[in-house]
C-alpha cells in the first residue's frame, strides 16, 4: 500500500525533507502518527515528499509554520477516521473473497487486494469530494464575511442534538455485531435527513448526531424527519431531540457555543420521540404554522433555571 518497505530513520526524513528534527516531528504527530526512535529505519520516501511540500508551502509565505501544522492536524484526523470508516465498510467483502478463494492467500492477502483495486477510484472521489465541500466552506465563510475577523468564525445557526434514548442499557442486551449495525444505520439515516434539509453533521457520537442548520425550520423538519426515520420504525430504539438557535463558534471543523450546549442538554427533558427546543429557537418559528407550549421551569446544568418548550407543527 506504501509503496515500498521503511528505510528512513527519523533524522534521514528530517534532513531529506529539508527542515528540523522538531518541525518533522511537530508535523509528523499532527498526521497522527506516532513517533520512533531515532536509530528505527520508519519512513519511506513518499514521507520525504509529503514533508517537503509542506515545507515548501511554509517557505513560499501561503501559510506559516503554525498554520500548516493546524491544517495537517485536520487532515491527519479526518484521514484516519475515514480509513478506520472504509477498512471496517470492506470487511465484509473480504471475508467473502476469502470465503470464495480459499487458495487465494490469507485474509490479509484478500485485503491487499481489494485495497489496491479499490484505491485508485477512490482516490479520485475523495479529491472530488473535499473540493466540492471545500467550495461549499468557501461559499458559508463569504456569507459571514464582515469588517470584523471574528465574524468569519461566528454564525447564528440552530443546533439540534439527536439521541437514541437508553442506549446504554439496550447495548448490554446486543450483540457486538448489533451494536455496530445499529449504530451505522442510525448515523446513516440520520445523515441522510440532515443533508436533504439543506444542514450539515458536525459530529457523530456513537448514539447520538450534532447537526446544524441556518434555518430554524428546517431543523425542525431535520428532527421531526430524525423521528419519522428513527423512532417511528419498529425496528429501530426511539429517539429524542433538542433544537437550540443562536450565536456558535465554528472552528475545526466543529462549533462551539451556548446552542450546542443547551441543544445537547434538552435532550434530556425531551420525551421518547419528541422534539423540544429553547425560546430562541421559538421565537424564530412562525406562529401560524407551530404550536409551542413551555414546560416547568428546572434546573438545565450549565444554563441554572430553564423554561423548556415542545412544539409541533399545526
Known amino acids: ?49 509529503a514533508l517537503r511540500l ?14 500548516a501544522v493546524n491544517l495537517t492536524r485536520g487532515l491527519g484526523q479526518t484521514m484516519a477516521r475515514l480509513a478506520d470508516w472504509d477498512v471496517s465498510a470492506l470487511v465484509g467483502r473480504i471475508e467473502h473473497l476469502s470465503a470464495a478463494d480459499p487458495d487465494g492467500g490469507t ?13 485508485e477510484p477512490f482516490e479520485h472521489l475523495m479529491l472530488y469530494a473535499w473540493r ?13 464575511a464582515s469588517d470584523d475577523d471574528e465574524g468569519l468564525h461566528t454564525a447564528d ?5 439527536a439521541d437514541i434514548v437508553g442506549f446504554t442499557a439496550l447495548s448490554n442486551t446486543l450483540t457486538e455485531e ?15 435527513v440532515v443533508t436533504a434539509q439543506g444542514g450539515r453533521i458536525i459530529k457523530s457520537i456513537g448514539d447520538s448526531v450534532l447537526f446544524v442548520n441556518e434555518s ?29 438557535s443562536g450565536l456558535v463558534v465554528m472552528r475545526l471543523g466543529d462549533v462551539f457555543g451556548p446552542p450546542v450546549n443547551m441543544a445537547a442538554r434538552l435532550t434530556n427533558v425531551a420525551r421518547r420521540n ?14 401560524d404554522q407551530f404550536e409551542t407550549r413551555r414546560l416547568a421551569a428546572r434546573p438545565v446544568r450549565g444554563f441554572g433555571i430553564v423554561e423548556p418548550l415542545t412544539v409541533r407543527r399545526h
Open 132 to 144: 466540492r465541500h471545500l467550495a461549499a466552506a468557501a461559499a458559508r465563510v463569504e456569507t459571514l
Open 216 to 244: 430554524p425550520l428546517r431543523s425542525y423538519d431535520t428532527a421531526e424527519g430524525i423521528i419519522h426515520v428513527i423512532g417511528r420504525d419498529q425496528r429501530m430504539p426511539d429517539v429524542r431531540v433538542g433544537l437550540a
Open 274 to 287: 419528541r422534539i423540544i427546543i429553547d425560546a430562541a429557537t421559538a421565537a424564530k418559528l412562525p406562529d
Open 178 to 192: 448489533r451494536i455496530g449495525d445499529l449504530v451505522e444505520l442510525f448515523e446513516m439515516r440520520c445523515a441522510d
Open 107 to 119: 485474509r490479509v492477502d484478500a485485503a491487499v487486494r481489494v485495497v489496491d483495486e479499490f484505491r
Open 54 to 67: 509542506l515545507a515548501g508551502t511554509v517557505e513560499s509565505g501561503l501559510v506559516d509554520f503554525d498554520l
Open 1 to 49: 500500500m506504501l509503496g515500498g518497505p521503511p528505510e528512513l530513520t527519523a533524522p534521514q526524513l528530517a534532513h531529506q525533507a529539508g527542515v528540523t528534527s522538531e518541525q518533522a516531528r511537530r508535523l509528523w504527530r499532527a498526521l497522527g502518527f506516532p513517533e520512533y526512535p531515532d536509530d528505527v529505519e520508519a519512513f519511506l520516501p513518499a514521507d520525504v515528499e
Open 157 to 161: 445557526l440552530t443546533v439540534g442534538f
